[in-house]
């Protein structure tokens, strides 16, 4: 079924009707052909939304053999006018915020306010890409000889699989597609199984906006299939996926296998290091802003805070004072400002953790239990006096945790911060400037924040080190990985 761009055919109050999860194949709305059916979960409710079926090994292979030829198409294109597509596709984007946003709340759970404001960052970043694409711009090289012209071009690598995950669904497919068309290559992707419908509606929102048919594919279905499926095609070049480091690291061997270029962005757990010389209440306002957004599921988001020993319990009572003023429900609701966690899965987890940090001796200085009889609603958690040993510490918690640890000595947070193999984001709370430029030199993380969050714009490149994978997304080092420098040597 295909709805009309500006059709009012949601009501966000209601129940129904609901888009039937589809696979958008060679410009075309088609159920799958998969024997096995896809069930998409309200996370606030646990009721059932809708299902549908999933992509078939026959989906598949015409999803790859239209990439192919949409990528002939495409990378033909001027930069001027694939940026043209794009910028009214992040438009189109703009103009359908209430109906997308709505669909991503139900099926993911954040409070409405948040799926607006990752529509609107989703269409930025497809802005971004589109005006960057522009500027991809080849050299001209000295020559040895005369007579003779060296030069390079930066051509697009080919079809791309782009495998996203079900925290910010839609600007984490942006990020992909985005980079990924402004180079001049197809795409085909793949989606979480949880939250397919919003990432569908960005689809639709391309196509519309002039996308070639066969340049952008959508499936929905088996991950484990879908993926391994397309990593071993001849038809993909390239493979960018987001999501959890075991995952990525079971990726990464099979498009060694292939010699598959990839891009990986995995698992974290962010140390935040909060200095003796920190303004404790700054820190605290600047850091709840980001540690119960999306019910803390974030990538980069703060979860292991080592404050010095004379502040940490100011901190820990002062977070614990914000996370009891959470208001939990959902994210219909205009009053919430936390949701559910995205599923059963994500909740049995955090609980765990929070069991477990307490047998290790941690006090509970808020929360640490479920919020209500229905949906997957945590207490938004502060824990104090938390040991290394939990598993809190060393476990990436993706939830709205916040264990408080004290430390005595800059030497001894910044080595505790660095024992973990894992460095997407970092973050310190400082006013002194020379701890600060140790901060941002020592820690071992693709992104540091200095009295800041604000890690990941359009602009900025992001990514992790260690086992959060490798690759950038996002800033002009996000679009130099889907294009391929060619060296030209011209004798006249």
Known sequence: MIFDINGPWLTFCGMEPFPTPMQFIAGRWQAGRGSAQLTI??????????????ASRADIGDALDASLTGFETWK??????RARVLRKGAALLRQGTDRIAALLTREQGKPLAEAYREIEQAADTIDWHADEGRRAYGRVIPSRWPGTRFHTQLVPVGPVAALTPWNFP?????????????????????????????VSEMVRCLHGAGLPDGVLQLLVGEAPEISSALIASKQIRKVSFTGSTEVGRLLAEQAGRHLK??????????????????????????????????????????????????LAARFADAMGGVAAGQRLGAGSNAQTTMGPLANRRRFDAVQA?????????????????????????????????????????????????????????????????????????????????????RLGAELQAGSVGINSISLMQPETPFGGVRGSGFGRENGSEGLAGYLSPRTIVTAV
Do not use: W, Y
């Open 170 to 198: 839609v600007m984490l497919s942006a990020i992909k597609v985005g980079a990924a068309l402004a180079a001049g290559c197809s795409v085909i992707l793949k989606p979480a199984d949880e939250t397919p419908l919003a």
């Open 41 to 54: 979960t309200d996370p606030a409710t646990e009721e059932v939304l809708v299902r549908g079926a999933v």
């Open 261 to 310: 270029p990839v891009t990986l962005e995995l698992g974290g757990h962010a140390p935040v290091i909060v200095c003796e010389d920190a303004d404790v209440e700054a820190a605290v306002r600047t850091l709840a802003a980001i540690k119960f957004r999306n019910a803390g599921q974030i990538c980069a988001n703060p979860s292991r805070f080592f404050v010095h020993r004379t």
């Open 76 to 81: 033909s294109r001027t930069a001027v006018e």
């Open 353 to 437: 953790l929070v069991d477990d940090a307490r047998t290790h001796g941690a006090a509970v200085v808020a929360g640490g239990r479920r919020h209500g009889t229905r949906g997957f609603f945590f207490e938004p958690t502060v824990l104090s006096q938390v040991p290394d040993e939990a598993r809190v510490m060393h476990e990436e918690p993706f939830g709205p945790i916040v264990p408080v640890t004290p430390f005595d000595t800059l030497d001894e947070a910044i080595a505790r911060a660095n024992a973990l193999d894992v460095g997407l984001a970092a973050f310190g709370f400082t006013r002194s400037l020379a701890s600060a430029h």
